[in-house]
T-cell receptor, first 111, second 115 residues
Framework: RKEVEQDPGPFNVPEGATVAFNCTYSNSASQSFFWYRQDCRKEPKLLMSVYSSGNEDGRFTAQLNRASQYISLLIRDSKLSDSATYLCVVNGNSGYSTLTFGKGTMLLVSP | NAGVTQTPKFQVLKTGQSMTLQCAQDMNHEYMSWYRQDPGMGLRLIHYSVGAGITDQGEVPNGYNVSRSTTEDFPLRLLSAAPSQTSVYFC??????????????FGEGSRLTVL
């Protein structure tokens, strides 16, 4: 099982739709979880951290399920500008000095 | 605000040539790292450093060397380029323990083609 797995998509949704992505991780000892966003041919940027209690930032909600070892990202009221690849990130197996990135899920929001 | 600066942005090499990808950050971050990104493979960690004079290997270190003589700079050296090293390379830095903050600041990337 790969360390961090994501459905590559693409997820094609119309503007205003709600879309959710899941990500599974293999290391049950992982403590830190994040979502990054990467626009086409650009560098990744931190979107939000994922806390045990779940957290929300505007239209974005992230949740963690430790028992099943997955994290999720929910985007409400999708905008055209949300079109990007969303990367699931977990602290690496080597401990507290590395982050492991999933391959990403592509989202395409259409008018 | 310069942030993380990578040079060159584009480079074409022939098999067997060597080169250095430069990375500099002006945020006084202790943590720096190099990733490569390939289609279908995602970002993979090559080497990282938690401070000047300290480096460690990531997931795919073979064929690459790094050094960290100053806080600001973290160059990546390709010793003898191979076509398998054709990729987009990202340098990233972070303040403190990267897994606490989760916030890696990435450079714009260096696109390398090895013929």
């Amino acid at each position: 099982r790969k360390e961090v797995e994501q459905d590559p998509g693409p997820f094609n949704v119309p503007e205003g739709a709600t879309v959710a992505f899941n990500c599974t991780y293999s290391n049950s000892a992982s403590q830190s979880f994040f979502w990054y966003r990467q626009d086409c041919r650009k560098e990744p940027k931190l979107l939000m951290s994922v806390y045990s209690s779940g957290n929300e930032d505007g239209r974005f909600t992230a949740q963690l399920n430790r028992a099943s070892q997955y994290i999720s990202l929910l985007i409400r009221d999708s905008k055209l500008s949300d079109s990007a690849t969303y990367l699931c990130v977990v602290n690496g197996n080597s401990g507290y000095s590395t982050l492991t990135f999933g391959k990403g899920t592509m989202l395409l929001v259409s008018p | 605000n310069a942030g993380v600066t990578q040079t060159p942005k584009f480079q074409v090499l022939k098999t067997g040539q060597s080169m250095t990808l430069q990375c500099a950050q002006d945020m006084n971050h202790e943590y720096m790292s190099w990733y490569r990104q390939d289609p279908g493979m995602g970002l993979r960690l090559i080497h990282y450093s938690v401070g000047a004079g300290i480096t460690d290997q990531g997931e795919v270190p073979n064929g690459y060397n790094v050094s960290r003589s100053t806080t600001e700079d973290f160059p990546l050296r390709l010793l003898s380029a191979a076509p398998s090293q054709t990729s987009v390379y990202f340098c990233a830095s972070s303040r403190g323990t990267v897994t606490n903050t989760g916030e890696l600041f990435f450079g714009e990337g260096s696109r390398l083609t090895v013929l």
